[in-house]
C-alpha cells in the first residue's frame, strides 16, 4: 500500500520560510497527485494545495496561494512544500495525502495520508 511520510516542519518567526517534504512509497508515484493538508489545534482539517500526477497542475487554497508553491520529484518520489512568507494562522500539523484523482481538493478523494509535521510560526 502507500505510504507517506512527511519532514521539514519546526518553528520559524514569521516572514520566515519553511520547505516540506512528502516521500512516498508503496506504488508508481506517477499514478498519484499529491496534496497536502493541515489542521490547526480545535479545527478541522483543510486543504492547502495539490500537485497532478505530472506535476504541471497545481492547485492552491486561497490562502497561500500567493505564498507557497509545490513541485514534486518524479525520479525520487518526494514532492516538497515551499512555505514562504509565514503567518502565526499558518501554524498547524501539515500532512501530505496521495490521490487517484488528476487534482484533488476534498479529503476524501485521498486513500493515503501521511502521520503529519508540525509547523509553527510565532509572532
Known amino acids: 500500500q502507500v505510504q507517506l511520510v512527511e519532514s521539514g516542519g519546526g518553528l520559524v518567526q514569521a516572514g520566515g520560510s519553511l520547505s516540506l517534504s512528502c516521500a512516498f512509497s508503496g506504488r508508481t508515484f506517477t499514478r498519484y497527485s499529491i496534496g497536502w493538508f493541515r489542521q490547526a489545534p480545535g479545527k478541522e482539517r483543510d486543504f492547502v494545495g495539490a500537485?497532478?500526477?505530472?506535476?504541471?497542475?497545481?492547485r492552491f487554497a486561497d490562502s497561500v496561494k500567493d505564498r507557497f508553491t509545490m513541485s514534486r520529484d518524479n525520479a525520487k518520489n518526494t514532492v516538497t512544500l515551499q512555505m514562504n512568507s509565514l503567518k502565526p494562522e499558518d501554524t498547524a500539523l501539515y500532512f501530505c495525502?496521495?490521490?487517484?484523482?488528476?487534482?484533488?481538493?476534498?479529503?476524501?478523494?485521498?486513500?493515503?495520508w501521511g502521520q503529519g509535521t508540525q509547523v509553527t510560526v510565532s509572532s
Open positions: 495525502a496521495a490521490s487517484t484523482e488528476v487534482v484533488a481538493v476534498v479529503e476524501n478523494l485521498y486513500t493515503a
Open positions: 500537485i497532478t500526477w505530472g506535476g504541471n497542475g497545481i
